[in-house]
């Protein structure tokens, strides 16, 4: 009767354990799935907080495994943990030194001066350039650093809606990636660039050709056009977007049917040369008025000398008013292996190349140089600045500032934080006014404290970079000035 008695109470107390465990798991589901600060968390309660339990034991346990801050493809914890902290508005501030290791090859050193700008005295904001100033409706930009085109389709909704929201609070322009303009593009209110994949998408006509009267509609909506040639993750290739998040919705903005994959074709079928190139160009300054420009990868140098000694035969006005060039480093959607492995020049190397081709041609005045790929920090902004660039543009910042935790589902549309999905369970799970907020935090810290590397060099602003002000470390205890690796053209300067 004792051992009947010892077990009925163990049994007892085994029950208010259990109701116990099971009262916790339930208020840790309910503040879950009500929470609106982590996706992860509201798509997947309880379960979604090993996530941060598991972040921090890796930081003690880093030692023993492969996980280095710095360690990591194709970012690292501490790039990511920089924009998560910068998205938050918690100023990116270390403690016991840094582990960006300054001996390896590649690692950019900005020069510093004894007598830097003080803060507060005649230190300006770093005012961007108008492009297209000789057009007939010329963009006047309001940061240095901006958003990259992301297509709706590739990212849901949610995404995108709160994409145009912290970007027009932060004052950054939002490019609309190949896939065509939304609604929920124009939520915001902020500043526009429409590009033109080669499917057209949102401004063709029904056998695929560029439609005028679809031109002219958009062109009220937004400051620019952007021909897309080339991308850094499948230069060569069109975009694909697989049928499972092409919508009722996304085929209809598209021109497309629904629940078919969305593969467009690997260049412009009506641009074949660059003559029909700058045909194109002049077209849509034509019909819109606004400022349009290239986007284009690197592989050499001829492409640009080609492109520019077609300009300066055509003469003034036959030009795109910027050149966005992106590396082959870039991509925030799906690619094939293959392509974005091996295919195209790196940024920092693309870079100067262009900047260098328009010196030499006389063409660097007229046209603007627009950096991207992999631009996820201050430090890499203001070395492309450096190298030439006039803007800086990112996607896969802003996707990390939107909560993105590198899952790499990108193509798969079960994107665990409701970014890249069309599925609406995954997407509740992002709240729009949060991101919204992260996302203007994340592009007002990266632009303020491009500037703050420019006080450092003793410059006024971010404008008045050059290839003096930094420096790339070659070996281990050996670095050179930018300008001695990438010498300015005879005469020139940025």
Known sequence: MQDISLWQHIAMVMSWVAGIVFLVLLIMFLQDIFQPHSAVRRNYPVIGRLRYFLEKQGEYFRQYFFAHDREELPFNRATRAYVYRSSKNIKPVIGFGSTNDLRA?????????????????????????????????????QQIFNLSGMSFGALSEAAVTALSKGAAEAGIWMNTGEGGLSAHHLVGGGDIVFQIGTAKYGVRDEAGNLCDKKLKEVAEKVVAFEIKLGQGAKPGKGGILPGNKVSQEIAAIRGIPAGEDSISPNRHLDISNINELLDVIHHVHEITGRPVGIKIVVGDDKFMQQLCEAILERGVGSEPDFITVDGAEGGSGSAPQVLAD???????????????TLISYGLRQRIDVIASGKLVTACAVARALCLGADFCVSARGFLFSLGCIQSLSCHTGTCPTGIATQDKRLQKGLDVELKAKRIANYATGVNQEVDMIAHSCGLQNANEFGRTHARIVETADKSVPIDVLHPYPQGGLK
Request: proline share 13%; no cysteine; hydrophobic share 40%.
């Open 342 to 356: 091996h295919v195209g020049m790196p940024l920092n190397e693309a870079l100067p190349t262009v900047v260098d």
């Open 105 to 141: 090859p590649g690692t950019v050193i900005f020069v510093n001066t004894p007598f830097a700008e003080a803060d507060g005295h005649d230190v300006l904001a770093t005012q961007p350039k108008v492009i297209g100033e000789s057009r007939r409706r010329p963009f006047t930009p």
